[in-house]
T-cell receptor, first 112, second 116 residues
Framework: SQKIEQNSEALNIQEGKTATLTCNYT??????LQWYRQDPGRGPVFLLL?????KEKRKERLKVTFDTTLKQSLFHITASQPADSATYLC???????????FGTGTRLQVFP | DTGVSQDPRHKITKRGQNVTFRCDPI?????LYWYRQTLGQGPEFLTY????????KSRLLSDRFSAERPKGSFSTLEIQRTEQGDSAMYLC??????????????FGNGTRLTVT
């Protein structure tokens, strides 16, 4: 069974606000963690990768943090837009064997 | 289009029938993965290949499932004697490298299987 937890409830926010999504994991010590975006009926699309020795990673309006002590990653979208509405998945390689395990995903809905 | 392509996009079959899906990865990618995704869940790992070698198969995967990558390029996933519980989106992904190189996965848009 998957031991990567993401908030299964949808996150609804107003356009322009910052969205924060959480990914928690247990029993693993991954060397890195990845975030993906998935639109309905489509495959996931890679967004960001953060390594265990990196506290924070940024890409345009996206920011990811990785706390290996808390076993948690936070994914932030600043100045959110309706086009950011999608499901966001976190994934990690629990045994460092190039086999990614995914969380259940959190659906983000940005309202104008 | 040089992305990962999957065929067919949709497949409806009756319980007990066999189905086969095809995945064409990005040409220079030597690793190919199959995942299964059901509604409201994240992708679940099924199996993966390094070139033509199948390196790992999920313990959750029934013997009715088999995958091949005969020439290290495209891959097929076959499900024999389909059951209603097999209904899901089947996703293929590819990436470069081997070992712990952290390469992100490039996914196709999946094959949606409905077993009636």
């Amino acid at each position: 069974s998957q031991k990567i937890e993401q908030n299964s409830e949808a996150l609804n926010i107003q356009e322009g606000k910052t969205a924060t999504l959480t990914c928690n994991y247990t029993n693993y010590s991954p060397a890195y963690l990845q975030w993906y975006r998935q639109d309905p009926g489509r495959g996931p699309v890679f967004l960001l990768l953060i390594r265990e020795n990196e506290k924070e990673k940024r890409k345009e309006r996206l920011k990811v943090t990785f706390d290996t002590t808390l076993k948690q990653s936070l994914f932030h979208i600043t100045a959110s837009q309706p086009a950011d509405s999608a499901t966001y998945l976190c994934a990690l390689d629990p045994y460092n064997t190039d086999k990614l395990i995914f969380g259940t995903g959190t659906r983000l809905q940005v309202f104008p | 289009d040089t992305g990962v392509s999957q065929d067919p996009r949709h497949k409806i079959t009756k319980r007990g029938q066999n189905v086969t899906f095809r995945c064409d990865p990005i040409s220079e990618h030597n690793r190919l993965y199959w995942y299964r995704q059901t509604l409201g869940q994240g992708p679940e790992f099924l199996t993966y290949f390094q070139n033509e070698a199948q390196l790992e198969k999920s313990r959750l995967l029934s013997d009715r499932f088999s995958a091949e990558r005969p020439k290290g390029s495209f891959s097929t996933l076959e499900i024999q004697r389909t059951e209603q519980g097999d209904s899901a989106m089947y996703l293929c992904a590819s990436t470069t490298g081997g070992g712990q190189n952290n390469s992100p996965l490039h996914f196709g848009n999946g094959t949606r299987l409905t077993v009636t």
